[in-house]
């Protein structure tokens, strides 16, 4: 996947009420919006296009750490692409997972990561996230 779907992902991950505001592609909202449950005055953003934007230098030192564990491709990262190599995730971090980290983790993966990023119907459109009127269509 880019990786800019992977930071727009990585956000509704760590503020899925942020999924309210997507506009889900077809047969993804029911559950979408049901993992969005609601915002409170502990997890909300007061913009969160402008901290997308500002948390990039960020992305990019984890996607370097997750290539460097060579959990991702470091080649494929170097056009922009994160893939997954075949290591295991770390049983550590797998036993701090809830069930509800996983169900919404399985939900990002499957339905959200995979609209095209750009474009009037892609992730960064839908989103709202990031600029895509000068997308190459």
Excluded: C, W
């Amino acid at each position: 996947m880019p990786t800019d779907t992977l930071r727009i992902v990585d956000l509704y991950y760590v503020f899925p009420y942020l999924l309210a505001d997507l506009e889900f592609p077809k047969g993804a909202g029911v559950k979408g919006r049901k993992l969005a449950g609601t915002a409170s005055r502990f997890n909300t953003l007061p913009s969160p296009k402008t901290f997308l934007a500002q948390s990039k230098g960020l992305h990019k030192l984890i996607v370097a750490a997750l290539a460097g564990r060579e959990l991702i491709s470091g080649d494929a990262l170097k056009v922009g692409i994160v893939k997954r190599t075949e290591n295991l995730v770390p049983d550590e971090l797998l036993r701090h997972a809830t069930p509800e980290d996983l169900d919404l983790a399985g939900y990002l993966g499957t339905k959200i990561a995979t609209v095209p990023l750009l474009g009037k119907e892609g992730l960064k459109a839908r989103s709202k996230l990031m600029e895509f009127r000068y997308d190459p269509t």
